[in-house]
């Protein structure tokens, strides 16, 4: 845990005590009420996870992947991306969904079994939740050579770019699949940033059995930059980002940033991680909490004050409440409508084979009277 601290390659713009501290290349260019605004997110997207966790453990969703300890990595990320960037999640970026306006109920109905996805990858530009662990890095680098061709790279005008960011962590670099991306982004110069949330755990596995070297640095291997930044430091990621992603939507190529963070919690709600992390591993990141330390600069430079807090409080339990309304409320699906979602205009096939469902259950209606 001391590399990352130790290295002079590690980003940091606001120390764990709350303090802004300055790096010699990468300065955050946002205002204390832009802090401001970034801290209500990180609040609501603990929210949303922690909601997220007790209703699984009400028996109301089957699974979780908690996002707990990594809420500036997502939102720092994701407040540096706007349209026409794309972004591949991996199944844990609630937070950054939350950022690009995917409604929170909707993120649950995959978890509750009622529906795969809910919301519309297009024109949103917030793509479908991965579970197989590294494919999307793959999806992304498609998704970003898209781009290209489409002429939305390396324009005079900067707001006619965009690039691709996709989500994952570190034990997907370790699968095959990420590494392909890796090498088709350095060959195309895809406009695709690769964003590593190492939490430290593959899992049970520690990052120390997956690379003998820090993450960040295989990029050179490859052929284009990584970056490693204090996940855990909202200003830091948001930095990083937002040059990453310049870097990309101007024609450079790829970039790799390894926002080095901590899962607090479980993998999902069915791992148990007292079998093979120690409490006092947990404890000394506590003291790195993401949000505590933009709280403790907030309030010490008077941009914030307990009646903000407050009101932020009300503002989180009334998420809280809708999320547990919503929850029970989301309708069972229907396998009449599941053959709407294969394709965005169906094909004449599909439309045959639901009209012959549709009949074979109106004989089931029929046989009733």
Known sequence: MTEAADSTDFVQLLDQAGRRVEHPTFAYAGTDADIAASLRDMVLARRIDTEATALQRKGELGLWPPLLGQEAAQIGSARATREPDLIIPSYREHGVAWCWGIDPVDLLGTFRGTAMVDWPSRPDGFHLYAFVIGTQTLHAVGMAMALQRDGLVGNDDPSANGAAVVYFGDGATSQG??????????????????????????????????????????????????????????????????????????????????????????????????????????????????????????????????????????????????????????????????????????????????????????????EAK
Not at 324 to 337: M, N, V, Y
């Open 177 to 366: 699949d990420v590494n392909e991306a890796f090498i088709f982004a350095a060959s195309y110069a895809a406009p695709v940033v690769f964003f590593c949330q190492n939490n430290q755990y593959a899992i049970s596995e520690p990052i120390a059995l997956q690379s003998r070297i820090p993450l960040y640095r295989r990029a050179s291997g490859f052929g284009f930059p990584g970056v490693r930044v204090d996940g855990n430091d909202v200003l830091a990621v948001q930095a990083v980002t937002e040059w990453a992603i310049e870097h990309a939507r101007s024609g450079k190529g790829p970039v790799l940033i390894e926002a080095y963070t901590y899962r607090m919690g479980a993998h999902t709600t069915s791992d148990d991680p007292t079998k093979y992390r120690r409490a006092e591993e947990e404890e000394q990141w506590r003291a790195k909490d993401p949000i505590e330390r933009v709280k403790t600069y907030l309030l010490g430079t008077g941009a914030i004050d307990q009646a903000w807090l407050d009101a932020l409080a009300v503002e989180s339990e009334q998420l809280a409440e809708r999320l547990r309304a919503g929850c029970a409320a989301l309708p069972e699906p229907l396998l009449s409508e599941q053959w709407q979602h294969a394709y965005a205009e169906m094909p004449d096939l599909l439309v045959r084979q639901r009209a012959e469902y549709l009949a074979y259950e109106a004989s089931f209606l029929e």
